[in-house]
């Protein structure tokens, strides 16, 4: 059915951020397929609060299962930001059954009925789903309008000193996604820094409706950041959306972007040449600035457009 919104892949593991950007961008876009990964929390409790949030959003949107573990090495969580249950202990409702299959056959399924360039692909979790998905048909990646990732750092990392969490968890999945032959746009920690949630943003977010409830009470459970000084936390995953849906909202810079895929300390470090002191092609968009209050505004906004 024709909607006049952008036909969207969000591949996620929620996650508190990634529950938020999922009801951004199911009241915003046309989303045709949720792929879930391992991430935040492991794959069993990602899947359930991914249908969860679908449910609440009163979405028919297919749901499925993908990646447990990383492309090399084992699953690592994050609960001290989001819970050992992903959504800081906030019970929701049980959402629609998963949609069987794998999610990198279902990205695959999609793209192979699109048009060249038509579908946004949103990756909010360490990449591995999106990874299997274009390295098994590369040509595929000519579907995709463009994957807006939220990876990386130009300065310092929330995983490692040097690396950010879905980078560090999946680099080599992320390096394949930076090489392919798709427009990125990058959404790293420097620029969710911008969106930052304090009490006084929390107060103005709306009230009414489950998913309001729902979103309210989950960046309610989040806890203040010491990068921050305790003043609030970066509402990182929305960004990624955002990005997409309203770009005019983003200040962008051309860079070449690198990611460390081996085994030391800087594993899963973006290298992102921000003034162009390497030789490597400027080829990534980056998104450098963002205007918070107008993305505050969207998300209320979107919020009461949903149940
Ligand atoms: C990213 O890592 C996860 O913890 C968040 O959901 C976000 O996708 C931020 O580093
Ligand atoms: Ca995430």
Same mark, same amino acid.
């Given at each position: 059915?024709?909607?006049?919104? &952008?036909?969207?892949?969000?591949?996620?593991?929620?996650?508190?951020?990634?529950?938020?950007?999922?009801?951004?961008?199911?009241?915003?876009?046309?989303?045709?397929?949720?792929?879930?990964?391992?991430?935040?929390?492991?794959?069993?409790?990602?899947?359930?609060?991914?249908?969860?949030?679908?449910?609440? @959003?009163?979405?028919?949107?297919?749901?499925?299962?993908?990646?447990?573990?990383?492309?090399?090495?084992?699953?690592?969580?994050?609960?001290?930001?989001?819970?050992?249950?992903?959504?800081?202990?906030?019970?929701?409702?049980?959402?629609?059954?998963?949609?069987?299959?794998?999610?990198?056959?279902? &990205?695959?399924?999609?793209?192979?009925?699109?048009?060249?360039?038509?579908?946004?692909?949103?990756?909010?979790?360490?990449?591995?789903?999106?990874?299997?998905?274009?390295?098994?048909?590369?040509?595929?990646?000519?579907?995709?309008?463009?994957?807006?990732?939220?990876?990386?750092?130009?300065?310092?990392?929330?995983?490692?000193?040097?690396?950010?969490?879905? @980078? !560090?968890?999946?680099?080599?999945?992320?390096?394949?996604?930076?090489?392919?032959?798709?427009? &990125?746009?990058?959404?790293?920690?420097?620029?969710?820094?911008?969106?930052?949630?304090?009490?006084?943003?929390? !107060? @103005?977010?709306?009230?009414?409706?489950?998913?309001?409830? !729902?979103?309210?009470?989950?960046?309610?459970?989040?806890?203040?950041?010491?990068?921050?000084?305790? !003043?609030?936390?970066?509402?990182?995953?929305?960004? @990624?959306?955002?990005?997409?849906?309203?770009?005019?909202?983003?200040?962008?810079?051309?860079?070449?972007?690198?990611?460390?895929?081996?085994?030391?300390?800087?594993?899963?470090?973006?290298?992102?040449?921000?003034?162009?002191?390497?030789?490597?092609?400027?080829? &990534?968009?980056?998104?450098?600035?963002?205007?918070?209050?107008?993305?505050?505004?969207?998300?209320?906004?979107?919020?009461?457009?949903?149940?």
């Amino acid at each position: 059915m024709e909607t006049g919104l &952008i036909p969207a892949i969000v591949d996620c593991d929620p996650g508190t951020d990634d529950a938020i950007a999922l009801f951004l961008a199911l009241a915003s876009m046309d989303v045709r397929l949720v792929t879930v990964s391992g991430g935040n929390v492991p794959l069993d409790r990602t899947l359930a609060n991914a249908r969860a949030v679908v449910g609440l @959003a009163g979405k028919p949107v297919p749901v499925v299962a993908g990646a447990d573990r990383p492309l090399l090495g084992h699953h690592r969580a994050e609960t001290a930001v989001h819970g050992a249950d992903g959504l800081g202990g906030v019970v929701l409702p049980d959402g629609p059954p998963v949609t069987p299959g794998v999610a990198a056959d279902a &990205i695959r399924a999609l793209l192979r009925d699109a048009a060249p360039r038509s579908v946004a692909a949103i990756a909010l979790a360490p990449p591995t789903n999106l990874a299997l998905a274009l390295a098994t048909e590369p040509a595929l990646a000519g579907r995709l309008s463009g994957i807006s990732i939220m990876a990386g750092a130009w300065g310092e990392g929330n995983w490692t000193p040097s690396a950010e969490y879905n @980078a !560090a968890m999946d680099p080599e999945a992320l390096a394949m996604l930076l090489e392919a032959d798709v427009p &990125i746009t990058l959404v790293t920690l420097d620029l969710t820094a911008q969106a930052l949630i304090t009490p006084a943003v929390l !107060a @103005a977010l709306p009230r009414d409706g489950a998913c309001a409830r !729902a979103a309210r009470a989950i960046l309610g459970a989040v806890p203040p950041s010491r990068r921050f000084d305790h !003043a609030g936390f970066a509402l990182h995953d929305p960004c @990624a959306v955002a990005a997409v849906i309203a770009p005019a909202m983003f200040g962008f810079r051309q860079a070449a972007v690198r990611v460390d895929t081996g085994d030391g300390a800087a594993r899963g470090r973006t290298h992102i040449d921000r003034w162009g002191r390497t030789a490597h092609a400027a080829k &990534i968009r980056m998104a450098e600035t963002l205007d918070a209050p107008r993305f505050f505004a969207m998300l209320a906004d979107a919020l009461q457009r949903l149940p």
